[in-house]
């Protein structure tokens, strides 16, 4: 009896891959930690408050553990129309957030043109840096220039911003300048964050 409830509870813990009614692919590589996170109930409200024209940006989901959360201290990334969350989530609102900042990832590689053409967005975001510069600079965190010119990724820049400057001193410098820390790693950074 003890082995049928077993094998039961790991058929019920077993997630199935399925396919939303948009045509979204959910793919489980790795079984979700956290068990009683509902994914496709977290799916369909993602769904629901994206236009139709802009989902199919992204055409799979994968869930799972892989290199590049730990390599880049990430826990989802977009890479050629799929994105890739972790299977550690805190909750449905985690799955629905990271759906959304990837998904804004897929939008940028569709609209790039549209999103940045105009080079208001652009804009914007360096003129946030240089003053985002002066503000370090005042509060003595002194880095080159050139570190905030650079509106491209930058893996020594965002490890001046998190490892020198500190998450607390850098939302504090931030403060309504940019929506949190990560926003101001770089220009694509910055969009998805406000999308």
């Keep these: ?57 992204v055409e799979m989901v994968v869930f799972g553990d892989f290199k590049e959360f730990h390599e880049r201290s990430i826990n989802a990334f977009y890479d050629s129309g799929t994105v890739y969350i972790s299977n550690l989530q805190d909750d449905q ?23 940045y053409g105009d080079k208001k967005i652009y804009n914007e975001f360096f003129n946030k840096r240089m003053h985002l510069y002066k503000i370090l600079w005042n509060m ?11 509106t491209e990724y ?17 939302n504090n410098a931030l403060t309504g300048l940019f929506i949190n820390p990560y926003a101001a790693t770089s220009l694509r950074e910055y969009f998805a964050t406000g999308f």
Aim: charged share 30%; hydrophobic share 35%.
């Design 93 to 115: 609102d985690d799955i629905i957030d990271d759906l959304i900042h990837e998904l804004s990832h897929g939008i940028e590689e569709q609209y790039g043109y549209h999103i």
């Design 140 to 150: 003595g965190f002194k880095a080159p220039k050139v570190f905030f010119q650079n």
């Design 154 to 170: 930058d893996q020594e820049f965002d490890e001046f911003l998190h490892q020198k400057v500190g998450y607390e001193n850098l």
């Design 1 to 57: 009896m003890e082995q049928l409830i077993e094998r039961l509870k790991k058929q019920q813990n077993s997630r199935i891959d399925f396919y939303t009614p948009t045509g979204l692919h959910v793919y489980f590589k790795d079984q979700m930690l956290d068990d009683l996170i509902d994914v496709e109930s977290s799916v369909a409200k993602f769904e629901s408050m994206i236009p139709r024209h802009l989902l199919s940006c």
